[in-house]
């Protein structure tokens, strides 16, 4: 396997992971219960934008420490 395949498959790992995370937070904390269709639209654009918000910079983040070295 390529160098540059195992970064972008720990990235992608890594990614997944945090932004389940932060969407289980986002759901749990700032939109618990959406009392209708809007509100529950409004709770998954929300966690879906932080979600992969920080996902994007972990991946990111990742990338430029391994090519630091």
Same mark, same amino acid.
């Given at each position: 396997? *390529? #160098?540059?395949?195992?970064?972008? !498959? &720990?990235? @992608? #790992? &890594? @990614?997944?992971? %945090?932004?389940?995370? !932060?969407?289980? #937070?986002?759901?749990?904390?700032?939109?618990?219960?959406?009392?209708?269709?809007?509100?529950?639209? %409004? @709770?998954?654009?929300?966690?879906?934008?932080? *979600?992969?918000?920080? *996902?994007?910079? %972990?991946?990111?983040?990742?990338? %430029?420490?391994?090519?630091?070295?």
């Amino acid at each position: 396997m *390529s #160098l540059a395949l195992k970064e972008s !498959v &720990v990235a @992608g #790992l &890594v @990614g997944g992971v %945090i932004s389940a995370v !932060v969407a289980f #937070l986002v759901a749990y904390y700032l939109a618990p219960f959406p009392l209708n269709p809007l509100d529950n639209s %409004i @709770g998954n654009g929300m966690s879906g934008f932080f *979600s992969g918000l920080a *996902s994007g910079f %972990i991946g990111v983040f990742l990338v %430029i420490k391994k090519l630091a070295f």
